[in-house]
Nanobody
Framework: VKLVESGGGLVQPGGSLRLSCVVS????????MGWFRQAPGKEREFVSAIKWSDGRLRYADSVKGRFTISRDDAKNTVYLQMNSLKPEDTAGYYC?????????????????WGQGTQVTVST
C-alpha cells in the first residue's frame, strides 16, 4: 500500500497549486481519501476529503471556496486544487486513506498515509 504526493512548492500569495496523490498497492474504490496539513509547531489538521465510491466531499472551513478535491479513477489519483493561497496555508500536506464508511475529518480515522509534500506561500 503506497500513497505518493507531489505538486508542492513555493508560490506567492494569491497563487495556485495542484497537489496529486497517487494510490497503489490495493484497490481504494471503497475508501475515503483525505488531505491533511501540518505546519511547524502545530498539530496536523484536516483540509479536505472525498469518498472514492460516491464522491461525498468534506472541507475545512478555512479552505472552503478556495480548495477543491477531486479524483481520477483511471489514474488512481486524488487531487487537491488550491487557489487564492495565503501565507497561513504554508504547511506539509499529507494524503491519507480511510476504510471508514463515512468521510472522516480526524487523522485517527485514516489508516494509510503518504510522506507529504511541502507547500510554502510567501513573497
Amino acid at each position: 500500500v503506497k500513497l505518493v504526493e507531489s505538486g508542492g512548492g513555493l508560490v506567492q500569495p494569491g497563487g495556485s497549486l495542484r497537489l496529486s496523490c497517487v494510490v497503489s498497492g490495493r484497490t481504494f474504490t471503497s475508501y475515503a481519501m483525505g488531505w491533511f496539513r501540518q505546519a511547524p509547531g502545530k498539530e496536523r489538521e484536516f483540509v479536505s476529503a472525498i469518498k472514492w465510491s460516491d464522491g461525498r466531499l468534506r472541507y475545512a472551513d478555512s479552505v472552503k471556496g478556495r480548495f477543491t478535491i477531486s479524483r481520477d479513477d483511471a489514474k488512481n489519483t486524488v487531487y487537491l486544487q488550491m487557489n487564492s493561497l495565503k501565507p497561513e496555508d504554508t504547511a506539509g500536506y499529507y494524503c491519507a486513506a480511510s476504510s471508514s464508511l463515512f468521510v472522516p475529518s480526524t487523522s485517527s480515522g485514516y489508516q494509510y498515509w503518504g510522506q507529504g509534500t511541502q507547500v510554502t506561500v510567501s513573497t
